[in-house]
């Protein structure tokens, strides 16, 4: 039987983006909001996998209240 990989713990923000099924200048705005985390290497930033999962679980986590 053919071993099957896990997925990454660590993405790129297009591949994020894509994942949550936004685009990459939400997903970059979800990062500096602090509502995804995300570390910066370089140039590039390397997005947290489980960090996207809960979002998506909750995704108006992180924004104010409508008043």
Known sequence: MPRRHAPP???SV???AR???VTDRHMRRLIADGVVQATRVGRAWL???ASVA???RHPT???PAAN
């Open 47 to 49: 997005v947290d996998r």
């Open 9 to 11: 713990a660590i993405l």
């Open 61 to 63: 986590m992180g924004r």
């Open 14 to 16: 297009t591949d994020a």
């Open 54 to 56: 809960a979002w998506q």
């Open 19 to 21: 994942l949550a099924g």
